[in-house]
């Protein structure tokens, strides 16, 4: 079959000079490759998510600001607890801010939560409740990039845009073998011209759905089941051995290391506690007095570090434990110190002094909200 007629089979625009140039694909095999996934997906594809085949643009860009960052798994529930307290993009832009974080308390990445607040409100609002229905327009929305621009494209609306995630990334790396960066210039440009070069024109939103499901449960980064993979026959990373390797990354992400010293003030069963502000990580969540350090501190110096006025009638504090949480570009490490003075101390005025029984209402941070649970807070 002739180059022109594989592309007038496919309704496809001619294949773009630099996967030919880099990776030296064909035709045939860009429509394999396509096929085969379909097939998969039709006949063998058992992965089910409750937000699939679903039509609501709301529920579809809901689930995917839930994954960002975030595995299906995990974010499942999350999704089931929002579409019930929030059936509408109305009730979820008319809800208060407190109310939206706590349900998302526990996510992580908060400012996909502020993100969506804002977003909801704007169609809500200013658009009459209408989502936006084309990649340009949605891709104006607060908290959305390319990708989930593209998911919400093809899935709420049926547009011919290719998804390019983690999964998408790890397929076509190791089937078209390709050796080029995913986080460089270059190889960011290669994989979105690939993966619109092998979208199927024909079910865009049901190819998105097959190469991401595939990535997950079959082409998986660790163990990949190679054996019952469709890609297999043609696949030049199971051919090669190169399944371990692929796909390439260029960058090492730099982790710094962050000190959170946290100073529990408890005053007739009450606990000082203030909201966080500016654009740290956890804005808009609550949190006791914190002190931040370049090296941990202990019991013995942190009324020190505190700034609180010395009082006579505040004893040593008491070392309540401490944790440590992983973020993307972050670690955490956190003590926990409480203090019980007889007489209430002079607190910042950006706080408040919130009974101990109600802190359960107040959105936190997820090291916070293990803490307050293993002490029984609540």
Request: charged residues 20%; contains cysteine; aromatic residues 12%.
């Amino acid at each position: 079959m002739s180059e022109q007629k594989i592309i007038q089979k496919r309704g496809h625009k001619k294949t773009d000079p630099l996967i030919v140039e880099l990776i030296h694909v064909t035709p045939q095999l860009i429509l394999a490759f396509t096929e085969k996934v379909m097939y998969w997906h039709y006949h063998t594809n058992t992965r089910e998510l409750a937000w699939k085949e679903e039509k609501d643009p709301y529920k579809i860009w809901l689930s995917e600001i839930i994954l960002q960052q975030t595995r299906a798994e995990q974010g499942l529930p999350y999704y089931l607890r929002f579409t019930e307290a929030y059936p509408s993009i109305h009730d979820l832009a008319a809800a208060a801010d407190d109310e939206v974080f706590k349900v998302w308390e526990g996510l992580g990445y908060y400012v996909r939560c502020r993100n969506m607040l804002a977003t909801a409100r704007q169609v809500a609002f200013e658009n009459d409740g209408r989502f936006p229905d084309t990649y340009d327009s949605i891709l104006q929305l607060k908290g959305i990039g390319p990708y989930t621009a593209a998911a919400i494209a093809s899935f709420a609306f049926g547009l011919p845009y290719a998804v390019v995630d983690g999964n998408v990334y790890r397929v076509l790396a190791r089937y078209f073998g390709v050796m080029q960066p995913t986080d460089g210039t270059i190889g960011k440009k290669l994989f979105q011209s690939l993966a619109d070069q092998v979208l199927d024109l024909k079910d865009p939103a049901g190819f998105n759905q097959a190469i991401m499901d595939l990535g997950a449960t079959v082409c998986m980064p660790a163990r990949p089941d190679c054996l019952h993979c469709p890609l297999g026959t043609h696949c030049v990373a199971f051919r090669d051995g190169l399944t371990s390797i692929l796909p390439i990354r260029a960058k090492k992400t730099a982790v710094r290391t962050r000190y959170f010293n946290y100073l529990i003030v408890h005053s007739d069963a009450k606990i000082w506690i203030n909201r966080r502000q500016g654009k740290d990580i956890w804005a808009g969540l609550y949190e006791p007095f914190l002190l931040e350090t370049e090296v941990p501190i202990n019991a013995a110096n942190i009324m020190e570090y505190s700034g609180i006025p010395s009082h006579e009638s505040i004893k040593k504090p008491v070392f309540e434990g401490e944790l440590s949480q992983k973020l993307s570009h972050q670690i955490i490490k956190t003590r926990f110190f409480s203090i019980y003075p007889e007489n209430t101390p002079q607190m910042p005025a950006y706080g408040s002094w919130i009974p101990a029984l109600k802190l359960k209402e107040f959105p936190f941070p997820k090291t916070l909200l293990t803490f307050f649970e293993k002490k029984g807070y609540f």
